[in-house]
């Protein structure tokens, strides 16, 4: 058996391999920053407490690192891995809480290298991965309020849900899961109601800021979420086929998930006594992993949503400990060198298909040569202009690709409806867009970098 300083050497070494391989990597093979993480850049330029498709948190969160690190495009991808090494962290904590056995804790963390979100998609920091480490506290934060007396849990638990739901609305399938749990259990937790409702007036507390915006500005976050499900698209079939299709794709997801935990595993037999289904771990387990996904596929039912595949991001970071918590009493763990060979195997295995697609394949939005040509049209602009770039306007892609390249950091505008001051005099101004509408319409300088127009206007 391995030794107890040992386990905690090997999980620290896993989570800085993680962290080391999946920043150096991308930052050695890709040109350009990934379309979401461009996208929260673009936000961060014009902070505000929400977007035209999401809420605030990972824009501010990129600002941060902004401030910190400026144009090194690797301190994104590090930034994308820091999330995620936080959520690793905390499902170990509160995996340790649950079996007091180091050896499972450490199983169920590295079963998660089997499951695609924890791995390739990692170096696009997004809404997604943004989620992913206020998943992991919220639960284990709710799981400490309810298993002791110290208030700071729910306290903890409260600002953690917030910060969940401003990185994306779809973190209510948790809050609603654990208000679930807590329901149905009342009668065992009675005396931490008043902390459960404490914790309820923190987070709305700070997300209030966030509800003022949303009402200003339409719900235009919401409706953008509508569009993407497919929402506004009646079609009866949907409330059939989207839910099909949404189980076949989660099932290909946990293929190597599976296959990594099945080494360990004797012949499966799962037998429903009457202590396991009263065991409240195991409840509790179930609810944090297989209730926000039956409510998202019912979600998917009733309405005929359709639910893409990344959504569910951090929907399965607790996965590994329901299957080890279930079949506990099947665990060979004599094939534990086994187990860490094929863990090796896909913990390797990712990156390198990563780091093989990105240097054969050409044609990704990471081969997108953004730096270059903000260089270009800031040589045409100081060329013909002497005050500096202080506006861009157009689409997240392009003009937020000028907001981060350009050495003025320029706030990006997705158009200039809602701006809430005039432009000055002094403030110069890059439109990006279609070639054949700017070309007529531009009152300044014009220039095409194919397939966008820029139009430039500044003082002369």
């Not at 654990?178 to 005396?191: G, S, T, V």
């Not at 509800?211 to 497919?230: A, C, E, H, P």
């Not at 506004?232 to 946990?254: M, V, Y």
């Not at 996965?319 to 863990?343: D, P, R």
Request: charged residues 15%.
């Amino acid at each position: 058996m391995i030794a107890k300083k040992n386990i905690i050497k090997i999980f620290y070494s896993f989570l800085f391999l993680h962290l080391f391989l999946w920043t150096l990597i991308p930052s050695v093979t890709n040109i350009n920053l990934p379309l979401d993480t461009i996208e929260a850049l673009a936000w961060g330029s014009n902070l505000d407490w929400g977007f035209n498709k999401h809420p605030p948190f990972s824009a501010f969160a990129v600002e941060v690192f902004y401030f910190i690190f400026g144009t090194n495009d690797w301190a994104y991808y590090l930034l994308s891995q820091i999330f995620l090494i936080i959520g690793f962290f905390f499902v170990w904590k509160f995996s340790n809480e649950i079996f007091q056995d180091q050896i499972l804790s450490l199983i169920s963390v590295f079963s998660l290298t089997g499951i695609y979100y924890y791995n390739f998609t990692t170096p696009e920091f997004n809404v997604n991965i943004s989620q992913i480490p206020f998943w992991a506290l919220c639960i284990y934060f709710f799981w400490k309020g309810l298993h002791s007396d110290r208030k700071i849990n729910w306290v903890f638990f409260g600002i953690f849900s917030s910060l969940g739901f401003l990185s994306k609305y779809l973190f209510i399938y948790l809050l609603l899961s654990l208000l679930i749990y807590f329901i149905c259990n009342m009668r065992q937790y009675k005396k931490h109601i008043s902390n459960y409702f404490l914790s309820i007036a923190i987070s709305l507390a700070l997300l209030t800021p966030h509800f003022i915006w949303l009402f200003k500005n339409n719900f235009v976050t919401i409706f953008y979420g509508i569009n993407r499900s497919g929402l506004s698209e009646f079609d009866l079939i949907n409330h059939l086929l989207n839910p099909l299709i949404f189980i076949c794709k989660q099932i290909l997801i946990l293929i190597p998930f599976l296959i990594i935990i099945n080494v360990i595993l004797k012949k499966i037999k799962i037998r429903f006594r009457k202590n396991f289904i009263k065991n409240r771990k195991i409840l509790f387990l179930i609810t944090i992993n297989l209730i926000p996904l039956a409510l998202i596929l019912i979600t998917s039912a009733l309405t005929g949503a359709k639910i893409r595949t990344m959504w569910m991001t951090p929907f399965y970071l607790f996965f590994g400990t329901l299957v080890v918590a279930i079949f506990k009493n099947q665990l060979e763990l004599k094939k534990l060198k086994k187990f860490f060979y094929i863990f090796s195997f896909f913990f390797l295995l990712w990156p390198s298909v990563y780091f093989t697609i990105s240097i054969l394949d050409e044609t990704k939005r990471t081969d997108y040569p953004g730096k270059e040509i903000s260089r270009l049209v800031q040589n045409k602009w100081d060329d013909n202009f002497i005050n500096e770039i202080k506006i861009v306007v157009g689409d997240e892609w392009y003009a937020g690709n000028l907001s981060y390249n350009l050495y003025s950091r320029p706030i990006w505008y997705n158009d200039l409806k809602n701006k809430k001051t005039p432009i000055k005099d002094d403030e110069g101004v890059i439109y990006t867009g279609n070639p054949k509408i700017l070309r007529k319409i531009c009152p300044g300088i014009y220039g095409t970098i194919k397939p966008v127009g820029y139009c430039m206007i500044g003082k002369r």
